[in-house]
């Protein structure tokens, strides 16, 4: 199945996709946290309810949220997952570079980043002048666990969905290399435009590609991950609690702006696609936004959630 969160009748809304059209299920199923969080009876509800409605809207014309709105804390994150994209960035890092690692890297990004598939995304020149692309692949956890073995890890996957790693590089190399900060802006990390359940795709031959303003920058398959999901969701969860509904990205493969010879960084204006074998695309407009300015009651950004 393929689950989407919509907007219609100034309600939030989640809906089955089948080929261009979104069936709307009740709003009384809650947000697919709660469907998640319902485990195998959530999806059999869905696929019955699905079967009952009669509310249909056309895919193409949709207001389309994010489908995963609601976090409990920080996204997780993988980096260097794709060796190619390890290897480009060697003498990128002003200094920072690192030996090879011998186990995945993890990082968190703040939730207030997330947008929907086809909303503009936040940016201001203020902040950054290199504003990078990274397509991925994302997993939403659907079992809440710890200490996962690599042999039980994908009883613990609920889905998939694309999601745009927006970072800014100078803002990562001014704090010292580490990445939450450079990788945590408002409103500039799309996800979608839909999850896939895990058993309507094969996340071992997922093509991801970014394209911006039409050019092809990425395009690389989920074979060439360094550490396959078994191995992150094992190691990301020794000691560590994965919790049912968390969003969990594995990594950009390469050919980011900021390995190109010249670079070649986001602008105002510029439309960037990210797409996915079997999981739609995601399509977005770097849109000039006042990130910089001070706000009365920064951090509560106002987004369109489930309530």
């Known amino acids: 199945m393929r689950i989407a969160a919509v907007r219609h009748g100034g309600a939030a809304r989640l809906g089955v996709v089948d080929g261009d ?18 485990g195998a009876d959530g999806r059999d509800e869905i696929r019955r309810l ?37 290897e480009e960035g060697f003498g990128r890092r002003e ?3 690192v030996p090879k690692p011998d186990h995945p890297t993890f990082f968190t990004k703040r939730p207030d980043t997330v947008i929907g598939p086809h909303d503009p995304i936040a940016f201001d020149p203020a902040l950054s002048h290199q504003w990078d692309y ?44 580490q990445w939450l900060k450079g990788k945590s802006v408002d409103g500039t990390m799309p996800i979608g435009p839909y999850v896939v359940t895990a058993d309507a795709l094969d996340w071992r031959d997922v093509t991801l590609q970014c394209l911006v303003d039409g050019q092809v920058l990425q395009d690389a398959s989920t074979r060439l991950m360094a550490f396959d999901l078994p191995t992150l969701i094992a190691e990301a969860s020794t000691g560590m609690t994965l919790h049912a509904g968390e969003l969990f990205l594995t990594g950009t493969p390469a050919g980011v702006g900021n390995a190109r010879t010249p670079q070649r960084f986001l602008k105002e204006g510029e439309e960037v696609v990210v797409r996915g074998t079997g999981l739609g695309e995601l399509r977005n407009r770097m849109t000039l936004t006042d990130l910089h300015s001070p706000v009365r009651g920064a951090g509560t950004r106002e987004r369109e959630v489930f309530s």
């Open 50 to 86: 699905a079967t009952q409605s009669r509310e249909r809207l056309a895919l193409d014309a949709a207001r389309l949220l994010p489908p995963i709105g609601r976090f409990g804390r920080d996204i997780l994150c993988t980096g260097w997952n794709y060796w190619d994209h390890f």
């Open 21 to 38: 059209t979104v069936t709307l299920l009740p709003e009384s199923i809650g947000d697919l946290v709660d469907v998640i969080l319902g």
């Open 95 to 97: 200094g920072q570079d």
């Open 134 to 177: 990274e397509a991925e692949l994302a997993v939403v956890i659907g079992r809440t666990g710890r200490n996962i073995a690599a042999a039980d890890a994908m009883d613990h996957v609920w889905g998939y969905c694309l999601a745009n790693d927006v970072s800014l590089r100078s803002v990562q190399r001014a704090h010292g290399g």
